[in-house]
Nanobody, 125 residues
């Protein structure tokens, strides 16, 4: 059982910067693809970014590409989401997730077995 704990959410002004962190309890963290999802009120949860187990392959939602950066530190069992130039439409609860589909950069919710509790990000003008 993988436990994931997000931190770093809060309020940020549009155009600012915020970094979300996710700590994983799993000793074999390197065996998991990791992803960040977001869910705004009244919308479906969708993937924001994902990173392969070795950290060399990434995927981004088109609307955040070139603004957000996902990274991981396998030695520390951590995954991060750097949010640069956030926009009010990025306001959502952000979830960290882990997928045992190690050999692909999973993009679908159903491919992720473990989820954090979520952290709220609010972007103001």
């Amino acid at each position: 059982q993988v436990q994931l704990v997000e931190s770093g959410g809060g309020m940020v002004q549009a155009g600012g910067s915020l970094r979300l962190s996710c700590a994983a309890s799993e000793r074999n963290f390197v065996d998991y693809t990791m992803g960040w999802f977001c869910q705004a009120p009244g919308t479906e949860r969708e993937i924001v970014a994902a990173i392969s187990f070795h950290g060399t392959t990434t995927y981004y939602l088109a609307s955040v590409k070139d603004r957000f950066t996902i990274s991981r530190d396998n030695a520390k069992n951590m995954v991060y989401l750097r949010m640069n130039s956030p926009k009010p439409e990025d306001t959502a609860v952000y979830y960290c997730a882990a997928s045992r589909a190690k050999w692909k950069v999973a993009r679908l919710q159903d491919e992720y077995e473990y989820w954090g509790q979520g952290t709220q990000v609010t972007v103001s003008l």
